[in-house]
Every structure is written in C-alpha cells, then in structure tokens.
C-alpha cells in the first residue's frame, strides 16, 4: 500500500514505486499529481495552496528520477529537478535545452521544478517545450498494463489542455542528441505573466561545407499554438551561406500573421531574433 498521510484538509499519498503511483492513480484518477509543485504555489492567491481532498506525492518513486544517455538519446525521468539537468552541462545536454532549463527560475525554484511538470501544465506552453518540440523530443505516458509514447509538440492539445488518457502519467521523456551547428535560445518575459510580452525563442541549424542542411524556427508566446513554418525552413534547406539580407528579409516576414495571439513587441521581437539568428549561420 502506499503511504498514506493526512491532513485535515488533504488526503497525500507518498507511493514507492512507480507500479504503486500507478495504482494509485487509476483508484482515484481526480487526485492532484503534485511533482515539484512550483507552478501549483505560483497560482496560489494566498499564504498556502489550496489542495484538492487527495494529492498524490511523487517525491518517492525513485524511476521517475533516473537519468540515462547513450550515444543517440538522453533519458530524463520526468521527476529529475531541473537544477539536476543542468549540472550534467552542455557536454551532455543539447546546448537549447540547457539555456532553456537556466532560464526556469532562480536556484531554489530550479532545485524543486521537473521537466514532467514543465510539460504537465495545462492551458500553457512553458518554458522547456519549443526546444523539446524541435529537438524531436518525445513524452513517455504510463498507466498499468501499458505505455505510449508522444512527440512533446503532442503533449498540448490545440486547446491547451494535456493529452493525458485516463489513468496516465508522463513518466520520462526522450531527448535525440542531434549533432546540430548552431543552437540559440532566448527568452524574455515569463508565460505566468502576460503583461510582460512573454516570448521564447529557439533556433537550430546543421551546416556543412557553407552549406545550411537542415534548420529549425520556433517560437512561443505561451499560447497552445506555436509559431512554426516548416515551408519557409525547407526553403532555405540548401542554401549556400551566408544567406543574402534579402532572402532572410523575405523568410522572416512569413511569421508572425493574424490567429498566433502575438503582441506587436512579441512579433517584432520574434522577428529581429530569426534575422540574426538566419544571418549569422556559417
């Protein structure tokens, strides 16, 4: 059985083993899934929380903590604390998602927030999944008897909600270690709040010879809907480098049209980084 405590507001649960969250989770499939909890107190309008009559720990399931790399993916368990991520280093870690990971907060929030939570947050594109969506990156989702696996740019519905079945959890997720030339990341602003113009930007390139191989844009308001052209990225696919002013000037202007809920600070921002961005490839 797990381990039950209780509060007189909240029933927790503190399972041991990822067969017994598992199992947790399918008896009572409404409990609050508490990992980091740092997006839960972000929202809190008091001096505490307010929890939901049952709340499932995941503190103690040691699987959801485990860390593995071979020569072609690296393996996070969904409940590694980001600041655990990044002291594996850039060597490790492709460099976009190191930058992103470094920009979730300060030091104590770093030490408490999960990649699976980053991911778990409904109505919201966090921090870490425009650099997950490009670098291939896919979710595992668990429940007992069986798995899936998901493209992270899956994970959102277009509404914002999670494509979480019943009975699922994310349980780890699965970065490729592409070798890409280039790998920018910028952000600025925060998705928690709106009025600061939140953006995230990401940009990946493999070049060789002068010659630009594959490349890939992204970027983020927060919103459901991130801001992509795989058309304008297959047309520069080829090209010989530098590319011309022109034809970046060109590029550019295909982001950023009516339906991306973007700010004109967010979209002129969003553009200035792709021009440096396509600009200084080599």
Not at 236 to 254: H, N, S
């Amino acid at each position: 059985m797990a381990d039950e405590r209780a509060s007189p507001e909240s029933k927790i649960y503190f399972p041991q083993s990822l067969a017994e969250l598992l199992q947790v989770h399918r008896r009572d499939p409404d409990a609050l899934i508490w990992a980091g909890g740092t997006f839960i107190l972000s929202q809190r309008t008091g001096r505490f929380a307010e929890l939901p009559a049952t709340v499932v720990s995941l503190q103690d399931v040691e699987e959801l903590e485990r860390i593995s790399r071979t020569e072609r993916y690296l393996e996070l368990g969904a409940m590694v604390p980001l600041r655990q991520i990044i002291r594996l280093g850039p060597q490790n870690v492709p460099r976009a998602l190191y930058d992103a990971l470094r920009h979730i907060g300060p030091p104590a929030v770093a030490g408490l927030a999960t990649l699976g939570g980053n991911l778990a947050v409904a109505g919201r594109i966090m921090t870490a999944i425009p650099v997950l969506t490009l670098l291939d990156a896919r979710a595992e989702l668990r429940r007992q008897g069986g798995a899936r696996w998901l493209p992270v740019g899956r994970v959102h519905r277009a509404d914002g909600s999670v494509d979480l079945q019943p009975y699922e959890i994310i349980t780890r997720i699965r970065v490729p270690l592409y070798p890409w030339t280039a790998q920018v990341f910028r952000r600025f602003g925060s998705e928690l709040s709106p009025d600061s113009d939140p953006l995230t930007f990401c940009g990946l390139a493999r070049t060789s010879n002068r010659i630009l191989e594959e490349l890939r844009i992204v970027g983020s308001a927060g919103h459901p809907r991130l801001l992509r052209n795989k058309s304008m990225e297959a047309e520069l696919v080829g090209r010989r480098l530098p590319l011309p002013d022109r034809e970046v000037r060109q590029a550019i202007e295909t982001y950023g049209e009516p339906g991306h809920e973007l700010s004109s600070i967010q979209r002129d921002r969003f553009r200035r980084l792709a021009r440096w961005f396509l600009l200084s490839l080599r």
